[in-house]
């Protein structure tokens, strides 16, 4: 069943892999939605894995403002929002200059 609806062209990986990256881009960094398709065994391929590295920062930021809106007052405020941004899959020099850790008042 499976194969022929591959040969109908009905099933295809690259197809998923666009429909994955598409629905989780907005919301996820780069090593979550890798992570992601690695276990559904769908590799990334170079030219998406570009895209979405020059796009990071950008979403990164979507994601923080949605979430927070304001810059942290402190360093307990930065360090919870840098775990959100974590846990989405965000890379740590995206995170840095999301929250701004290098300007951070101690």
Excluded: C, Y
């Excluded at 194969?3 to 919301?27: C, I, K, N, T």
């Excluded at 949605?66 to 402190?74: T, Y």
């Amino acid at each position: 069943m499976l194969a022929a609806l591959q040969s109908a062209g009905h099933l295809s990986d690259s197809r998923f892999l666009e429909s994955r990256v598409h629905a989780r881009a907005a919301r996820l960094g780069n090593l979550r939605i890798e992570h992601e398709l690695r276990r559904s065994g769908t590799p990334l391929d170079d030219s998406t894995r570009e895209a979405l590295r020059a796009s990071e920062l950008a979403r990164a930021q979507a994601v923080w403002a949605k979430r927070f809106g304001r810059p942290a007052a402190d360093r307990a405020e930065r360090a919870r929002q840098a775990r959100f941004l974590a846990g989405r899959g965000f890379s740590a020099e995206t995170i840095r200059r999301v929250t701004n850790l290098d300007d951070a008042p101690d």
